[in-house]
């Protein structure tokens, strides 16, 4: 349906026109840098522009004080020794003549996005504005915000649409109190701010910034702070706080409209927040914001001061917006200790207040001193010192390769091999002819009985060509259908090939009556390692949701019964899955639908979607032949890149799927951190 881009030339007018180390730099280029890069990067001319309008005083007044915008009206007239002694008034704040203009195109530009997603016109967009707005209060400017963009666009959606409950996501790197102070007590919007916070030394030095500021009255609960207290975070750090706080609070919220507060100073090289979130991290985020609100997310840019930086950061999220896959995210996925403090202890101050953080928690984790190993990350970075430089030049070497996106994009291809099912799809999705050559075919084939029949073998087929274009990159995901009876053959055919063609970790998710693939298990390994060491150093995690008993045979083979209430299945995806999958960094996920796998449409569809996100978008499901035709669209669209359907409400997990869980992690916690929500203790 479309992504909408907002923006307009004049928010580049103001600017410092005095010295101030603090202010400067929230400048001009900031603006000009980002949409150069979407120009470059041939982002900006997939999504419709919109031209900013300017927000009408009253649309002001939705959040601010009449007195307030009065003043800041008036500084159009003053002169710069004026402007500069009313600037001393606020906190981190300069005014310029153009201010009350571009601020008023700042909120104008989030209420047009809004207003776009809103009425359909878009599925969902990016404001692209100046000057900034999550510190901005009621009656004060503050860290270089001047009016509120995204709680005035909050209370816009309220009252001009009639939602009901708003999720905010701020992910700039520092802490939105203005949004945090104008919705306190107001259960329709569920604020998130992670922030860096060093124990209260970062600006703006509020004990309020803490996790345990959770709202006030009717709004307890619905204000959700994260506080890093140290400096030098990473994707696994921002991956994990969204999968173990922020998305099981999300859902069980069920928001009808995500805006993001987008500030980039959260990424690596940026002199404020001092991070190491590379810009990929953020199609990340955005990705699993997508499967919130039916994929409903408006991101207004807040800050971001590292140009390059920035671009990158905006690029990534702007192609994400636009349904491409995310690209895999590099390093090893460990969180840090100081990061799992803090998200321990947000999800302990919020527990009381949701469902879907009880029940959930595990006994800590202790680590014997020999198996404990230093986490792979460097010491906590001071400013200016020497792990500065680090991020300085992780950054320059990122950004040194020519093309960090694998543009043109490619498409999610559809093989299926039941000729009576017609399939609507999105345009630009491919339903593929193509098969493997028929000697290739049988020779696979010949090993498996259930594979003799031709409607296997063709279906065979299909899925070997489909195969060989995901990993050749031609096209990033798709979709094969097979006889149920030969579902396992062909699954394990599948991930043969994928092998033999240069997958090196493959991730095998299969559901309902799909066993291990028998030289897996019927001997405790040795034929596994036959397997294996014909392709030396190459990996398969299988995770089977079949319905039967909880188990880890080994850190590779793990077995899950398939949750049975919307809550279970939720933390079994959020808390089990995506965890392994993210730890794991497969490049090549299997989706395997098995017979009576008894997965409701909705469930498969959230599954495969958010999937994509750590294989690099290579996702190729197989399906039986004899599945729904909604079934198979419905896995083609998420694949696409489309939001999956809604789950409905939220139903809490119940005691024996909790437990199952709660049983998985504490095994798999020590091999795979992204598992961890908690510190280790050490013993
Ligand atoms: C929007 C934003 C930061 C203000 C920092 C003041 N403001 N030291 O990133
Ligand atoms: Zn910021």
Known sequence: MGTALVYHEDMTATRLLWDDPECEIERPERLTAALDRLRKCGLEQRCLRLSAREASEEELGLVHSPEYVSLVRETQVLGKEELQVLSGQFDAIYFHPSTFHCARLAVGAALQLVDAVLTGVVQNGLALVRPPGHHSQRAAANGFCVFNNVAIAAVHAKQKHGLHRILIVDWDVHHGQGIQYLF??????????????????????????????????????????????????????????????????????????????????????????????????????TQLLQVLAGGRVCAVLEGGYHLESLAESVCMTVQTLLGDPAPPLPGPMVPCQSALESIQSARAAQAPHWRSLQLQDVTPVLTSPSTHSPVGRPPPLLPGGPVCKTAASALSSL????????????????????????????????????????????????????????????????????????????????????????????????????????????LCVALGQLDWPPDLVHDGGVSRALRLCMYPGRRILWLNIRGKEAAALSMFQVSTPLPVLTGGFLSCILGLVLPLAYSFQPDLVLVALGPAHGLQGPHAALLTSMLRGPAGGRVLALLEEDSTPQLAEILARVLHGEAPPSLGPYSVASPEDAQALMYLRGQLEPQWKMLQCRPHLEA
């Not at 970062?202 to 004990?207: D, E, H």
């Not at 097979?482 to 090196?504: C, E, F, K």
């Open 399 to 506: 950004l040194d390769q020519p093309c960090l996106h694998p543009a043109p994009p490619v498409c999610p291809a559809v093989a299926l091999t039941a000729p009576d099912i017609t399939l609507v799809l999105p345009p630009d999705v491919t339903q593929q002819e193509g098969s493997a050559l028929n000697e290739e075919t049988q020779a696979w084939a010949r090993p498996h009985e259930s594979l003799a029949q031709d409607e296997a073998l063709t279906a065979l087929g299909k899925l070997l060509y489909l195969l060989d274009g995901v990993l050749d990159g031609q096209v990033s995901s798709g979709i094969v259908a097979t006889p149920p009876s030969a579902a396992a053959a062909t699954l394990d055919v599948a991930i043969q090939r994928g092998l033999s063609h240069g997958a090196q970790r493959l």
């Open 184 to 285: 306190e007590d107001d259960p329709s919007i569920l604020y998130f701010s992670w922030h860096r916070y060093e124990h209260g030394r970062f600006w703006p030095f509020l004990r309020e910034s803490d996790a345990d500021a959770v709202g006030r009255g009717q709004g307890l609960g619905f204000t959700v702070n994260l506080p890093w207290n140290q400096v030098g975070m990473g994707n696994a750090d921002y991956v994990a706080a969204f999968l173990h706080l922020l998305l099981p609070l999300a859902f069980e919220f069920d928001p009808e409209l995500v805006l993001v507060s987008a500030g980039f100073d959260s990424a690596i090289g940026d002199p404020e927040g001092q991070m190491q979130a590379t810009p990929a991290c953020f199609a990340h985020l």
